[in-house]
Every structure is written in C-alpha cells, then in structure tokens.
C-alpha cells in the first residue's frame, strides 16, 4: 500500500489567496484525520471524519477553514482566505476502526503540506 | 481536558546508550497509547501502539510501557544508534475522544 498521500507537499502563497490541501487515505480506511503542525502549538487536531462524515469539527480554527470528504479515497482541507499565522505542516492521518472496538486502531500519517503564507 | 506531557524536551546520548523517553497523560481514562518517530521535514511514524489493557509493547530495540492508573507510559531505546535521532511523540486516545492527543515530544540525538 503506497501510505497517506498528500498534496501538495510545499504551498507558498500570499496572505488572501485560497488554499486547497488533499489527501488520500489508506484504502480500506474509514477514519481520516486532519491535524496542524507547528513550533509553538505542537501537533493539533483540526477535523476528524469518520465514514465520510465529519465527527468533530471542534478544532477548526475559524470560520476560514472548511474540510470535504465526498468519499472514501479523497479528502481537502481549504482556506479561504489564507493569512500568515495559517503558516504550518498540514497533515493528514486515517486509520481503520476495528468492528466493536472502534477507537483501538493504528493511526497513519501522511507525508505533510507546509503551507507558508506571506 | 486530555493533556499529554513530554519530557525531557531534548536528548542527545552517545552511540551505544540505553535510554528511557518520558510521556505522561492527565486523565487515566483512554483506549490505547501510541508512539511516533518523526524525522526532520517528513510526516510521522507509528512505533508501536498500546492498548489500554496492555502494560508493553516490544519491537527489536524499543519497549514501550504503559501505567495507566499513574498516568504513565516510558519508550526504551537500547543501545542507540545514529540513525535513532529525530523526534519521538507519544499521543493518546481517551475515552472522551476519538483522535489521538499529542505530546510536543522529544527530540533525540545520538552521535557516532
């Protein structure tokens, strides 16, 4: 299995442009993980889907970021409009929940977008 | 709220050391405990993964340990090498949640 793939892996752009990061999950996955990364922060939950359904979106920072899961290969994270202080390791995980035991299952981690917004 | 702790911040050992990471939760409460390795620039690792019911996991020179009643979990490297050095977290999954929690980890170098 090739992994979480990510894309793009670098984004520079500048402060007010939309981003759109993407991410594949593990084929056979039914939950898929949206985290941030940085310095000061450390490793951040943002969005968490579960069957193509968001669960808990609680970790979104505002009204700025939106995420997608229209089926079960595909997932985006967008940002309109960007700012400076979006600057991060966007990363995306999934993970497959095990049948009555849902929340035991290994976490995969995807390779990262760093997003640098001047 | 769920808080995992990490310590120390950064270890550099020399080559051949045996060596002991600390992570620590708040809330005893969780379905499983996971540590990762995270190499400069790239995405995260899992090394090994705990259940909640387990006290350790092994694999080749890691042991991971588990005490949850003290809120407690310890990743063992033995006889380190160069090519340990990078980051390792540790993050749990608690039964208030469904993502896993990170520690801000520790960073490990070891030199030749």
């Known amino acids: 299995d090739a992994g979480v793939i990510q894309s793009p892996r670098h984004e520079v752009t500048e402060m007010g442009q939309e981003v759109t990061l993407r991410c594949k999950p593990i084929s056979g996955h039914n939950s898929l993980f949206w985290y941030r990364q940085t310095m000061m922060r450390g490793l951040e939950l943002l969005i968490y889907?579960?069957?193509?359904?968001?669960?808990?979106d609680s970790g979104m920072p505002e009204d700025r970021f939106s995420a997608k899961m229209p089926n079960a290969s595909f997932s985006t994270l967008k940002i309109q409009p960007s700012e400076p202080r979006d600057s991060a390791v966007y990363f995306c995980?999934?993970?497959?929940?095990?049948?009555?035991?849902?929340?035991?299952?290994?976490?995969?981690f995807g390779e990262g977008s760093r997003l640098t917004v001047l | 709220k769920q808080e995992v702790t990490q310590i120390p911040a950064a270890l550099s050992v020399p080559e051949g050391e045996n060596l002991v990471l600390n992570c620590s939760f708040t809330d005893s409460a969780i379905y499983n405990l996971q540590w990762f390795r995270q190499d400069p620039g790239k995405g995260l690792t899992s090394l090994l993964l705990?259940?909640?019911?387990?006290r350790e996991q092994t694999s080749g020179r890691l042991n991971a340990s588990l005490d949850k009643s003290s809120g407690r979990s310890t990743l063992y490297i033995a006889a380190s090498q160069p090519g340990d050095s990078a980051t390792y977290l540790c993050?749990?999954?608690?039964?208030?949640?469904?993502?896993?929690?990170f520690g801000k980890g520790t960073t490990l170098s070891v030199s030749s």
């Open positions: 889907f579960n069957n193509n359904v968001p669960i808990d």
């Open positions: 993050a749990v999954r608690d039964q208030a949640g469904t993502a896993l929690i």
């Open positions: 705990i259940q909640s019911s387990q």
């Open positions: 995980a999934s993970r497959l929940g095990v049948k009555g035991a849902p929340n035991t299952g290994e976490l995969f």
